[in-house]
């Protein structure tokens, strides 16, 4: 299959799943909550590099660009609309990228939208071990590892790809065109993540010191999630919960 295809068939499948929500309250609710969660523990585990002068712009990236309980349904539209420009226009590593970006995209929405299908529908169960519940149910050890070394993946190309002469030149000089064909979300997106991951390579080693900062960390809650016991687990969701000064839905 063609890259453009790819990129058109993964978010083809996240907007079926959007859709399978719009007319099922109780389930939209509940996966809100899951992402909304999702969102804050990520919040909480990385407060060190979100507080970090090296770190804090790419950690932030990764938390509103992969981890943020916000609506993806513009971006990903105009992604799929500029699908085949990509695949003529950019060289083969940046296709190869955004096509794992996609399938990363919709692999997430999927585990996400399982969350919410098995959220417990006890209302005084806490949301901790309401969520230890319900990822215990969906399972899926092998996808929430691929989701992981997706992201690693993605990571460490755009960190590459940051340093390869006139990339991000070509990806400035887009911006007033992305805008006048309605593309503005899908430019402002690509901007943010090549200018952040080119401020960390511009440091040797700092890429890779982020990179296998989040893979430690979100490999012990891969871990931590499956196999400690679920009183345990939910106790250390709580108290990173706890770190994070925002409000719960």
């Known amino acids: ?35 909304h969660l999702q969102a804050q523990r990520f919040t909480g585990t990385y407060q060190d590099l979100l507080q970090s002068a090296s770190y804090a712009a790419c950690a932030n990236f990764f938390l509103e660009e992969l981890y943020s309980a916000k609506n993806y349904a513009e971006r990903d539209a105009q992604f799929a609309r500029i699908a085949g420009a990509l695949q003529r226009t950019f ?50 050890r092998d996808d929430r590892r691929w989701q992981l070394d997706t992201v690693q993946q993605i990571g460490q190309e755009l960190g590459y790809l940051t340093r390869k002469p006139g990339l991000l030149l070509m990806l400035k000089m887009m911006r007033k065109p992305a805008h006048m064909a309605g593309l503005g979300s ?29 893979k430690a960390r979100e490999s012990a809650w891969i871990a931590r999630l499956f196999d400690a016991p679920p009183v345990t687990c939910a106790t250390e969701l709580a108290q990173t919960l706890a770190l994070v000064a925002t409000d719960t839905p």
Not at 5 to 22: C, D, F, G, P, W
Not at 188 to 214: D, I, P, Q, Y
């Open 1 to 35: 299959m063609q890259a453009s295809n790819q990129i058109r068939e993964s978010l083809a499948q996240v907007v079926a799943m959007r859709q399978k929500v719009v007319d099922q309250p109780d389930l939209a609710q509940a996966l809100h909550i899951v992402k």
């Open 91 to 140: 060289p083969q590593q940046v296709v190869t990228t955004a096509v794992a970006l996609a399938e990363l995209h919709q692999l997430t929405e999927e585990l996400d939208l399982a969350m919410a299908l098995n959220w417990p529908l006890q209302p005084s169960l806490p949301r901790e071990q309401a969520y230890v519940r319900a990822w215990r149910a969906v399972g899926r």
């Open 186 to 214: 899908l430019q402002n997106f690509l901007e943010a993540g090549f200018v952040t991951f080119a401020g960390l390579a511009r440091n040797n080693g700092t890429v890779s010191s982020f990179l296998e900062t989040v």
